[in-house]
């Protein structure tokens, strides 16, 4: 994928040449994604699975091959074992309520990390107060790795679920998680994997990792906003009750008793973002073309440069270095006296020599308590950057460095 395929990086800002460097918080959409909607719009608009006409049909075809290149990205077993939502939130909000009406009672546990975004929390601890649950984290260790000691003692016959990033949002770093769907599994637990930042960086396989469940969005691939995909094995879906009603996810309604849809479309209430997903089909297929290893490949690269580059620098401290990275590194730059500067304030002189980049909590405020810093200054990569890029954003956070001594 060349820069060039993605118009926006053409754009100027602040008179400067754009060095896009915020791709954890949502990538650059390519030419053939804003072709595909207009086309979409212009040509075969219609609402899907409802009607016989033509455009209909069509429009349903299209939606229904892109569940299917889902499902190969991630190696699913089949399409029915991918639901499509409006994002990773709504992916983890929908499980949290379907498996914890079906499957968490009082005093029941759920287990995330010390690292997750607020998304994979919030819906746990929500649920966790609806069902007088509880939510237990697994602790970091000093170089910022999970604790996969601490883990295994937290791990016990009360425990439902474990979710837990597959790569960390704010440090890059990527989780040990087929270590913890094993000793999960060992137990009897089921795991959701939060693949937010991990299924645009790595190629992930949902067989091979056997987890149970796998949440990601679009928009962090390439891909259009508000779509999200909630993949789950086929038994678990069989059995979790649908969280929302309407049209779609019905087989019959009357006022007695109402009967549900097969898979996927229990989980689909509603008219789905077909435009999207059928976009989205066709950047899954520019990916695989590009090719999943390669990409990982190239972003691991100019991560490792990043890394090594900021890592020149006095004053910079890199969070998690040294662990293994997929896509984005988080730092913070001190003063000589050892003060912190502000993130936002490295931030926005970045921001003034065309850099972007993404700083605060990153919405993930207990790491950061952890870190016992207000924020990060976060630069994450895809797949148009280059060393160049690293290499502007390097020389203009000299030149910050600089002005905020
Ligand atoms: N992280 C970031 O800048 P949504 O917003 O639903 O597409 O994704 C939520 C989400 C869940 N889990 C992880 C690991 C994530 O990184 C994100 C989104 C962005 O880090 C926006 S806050």
């Given at each position: 994928m060349k820069r060039e395929n993605f118009p926006i990086l053409n754009e100027l800002v602040h008179g400067q040449k754009l060095v896009y460097l915020d791709n954890a918080a949502t990538t650059q959409k390519p030419q053939l994604l804003i072709d595909a909607i207009a086309k979409a719009y212009s040509h075969w608009n219609a609402n899907v699975h409802r009607g016989v006409h033509h455009l209909s049909q069509v429009a349903t075809q299209k939606h229904e091959e892109a569940r299917q290149k889902v499902a190969k990205l991630i190696h699913a077993?089949?399409?029915?074992?991918i639901i499509f939502t409006k994002g990773t939130t709504d992916s983890i909000n929908m499980l949290a309520r379907s498996f914890g009406d079906a499957m968490v009672g009082e005093g029941d546990e759920i287990i995330v990390s010390q690292l997750e975004h607020h998304s994979n929390i919030v819906p746990w601890q929500m649920l966790c107060e609806r069902k007088k649950a509880v939510l237990k984290v697994i602790p970091l260790q000093e170089d910022l790795s999970l604790n996969i000691e601490a883990f295994k003692e937290i791990?016990?016959?009360?425990?439902r679920l474990v979710s837990v990033a597959?790569?960390?949002?704010?440090?890059?770093v990527v989780n040990p998680i087929e270590d913890i769907i094993r000793l999960a599994h060992e137990k009897g637990v089921a795991v959701c994997v939060d693949g937010a930042q991990s299924v645009p960086h790595l190629a992930v396989d949902v067989q091979k990792l056997d987890c149970d469940f796998l949440v990601f969005s679009a928009h962090k691939m390439y891909g259009p906003t508000g779509l999200g995909i909630l993949y789950g094995k086929k038994e678990w879906l069989d059995k979790l009750p649908p969280t929302e009603g309407g049209g779609e996810m019905i087989e019959h309604v009357s006022f007695e008793k109402t009967t549900y849809n097969v898979?996927?479309?229990?989980f689909e209430a509603g008219t789905p973002n077909y435009i999207g997903s059928y976009a989205f089909g066709k950047v899954i297929d520019f990916v695989q073309e590009v090719g999943l290893e390669q990409i990982a490949e190239h972003e691991h690269k100019l991560a490792k440069y990043l890394e090594a580059q900021l890592a020149l620098l006095p004053n910079v401290r890199v969070y998690a270095a040294g662990l293994p990275k997929a896509g984005a590194v988080s730092f913070n730059v001190y003063r000589e006296d050892e003060a912190l500067i502000h993130p936002f304030d490295v931030g926005v002189l970045l921001d003034r020599q065309g850099i972007a980049v993404r700083t605060g909590h990153h919405c993930a405020e207990p790491l950061l308590d952890y870190l016992q810093v207000p924020g990060t200054v976060r630069a994450s990569v895809a797949i148009y950057n280059t060393i160049e890029d690293i290499d502007a954003f390097v020389v203009a956070l000299k030149k910050a460095i600089m002005m905020l001594q």
């Open positions: 077993q089949s399409e029915e074992e791990l016990n016959e009360k425990t597959h790569v960390s949002n704010v440090l890059g898979l996927p479309y229990k």
